[in-house]
């Protein structure tokens, strides 16, 4: 499985941006996708993830009701749509895939198969 992402740039607080991730591979094996950002200096931490099974989400708090998580299985890519961007969502962000994730971990830890190479997001002030 090869995970690819696109749609990371500079933008300016308040403003939005739309990434994608797009599967490839024996992606239909895949169970949940999820996004993750790490800033500099930082860990990596999660922001949401989808399960194909049932289309459930999950959103990390600091991004509820600005982030969005869905999916479009028949083009086997993820999306996170992002509003309201703050200078604190500076990061790359990265997409991962797993086959399953086993029970809810909380700062979503979970241990994923497949991760892309990254998008950065730069908001400026």
């Known amino acids: 499985v090869q995970l690819v992402e696109s749609g990371g740039g500079l933008v300016q607080a308040g403003g939005s941006l739309t990434l994608s991730c797009a599967g490839s591979g024996s992606i239909f094996r895949i169970n949940s996708m999820g996004w993750y950002c790490q800033a500099p200096g930082k860990e990596r931490e999660g922001v949401a993830y989808i399960s194909h099974k049932d289309d459930s989400t999950y959103h990390a708090d600091s991004v509820k009701g600005r982030f969005t998580i869905s999916s479009d299985n028949a083009k086997n890519t993820v999306y996170l749509q992002m509003n309201s961007l703050k200078p604190e969502d500076t990061a790359i962000y990265f997409c991962?895939?797993?086959?399953?994730?086993?029970?809810?971990?909380?700062?979503?830890?979970?241990?994923?198969?497949?991760w892309g190479q990254g998008t950065q997001v730069t908001v400026s002030i």
């Open positions: 991962a895939a797993a086959y399953f994730l086993g029970p809810k971990m909380a700062g979503m830890k979970y241990d994923w198969d497949y």
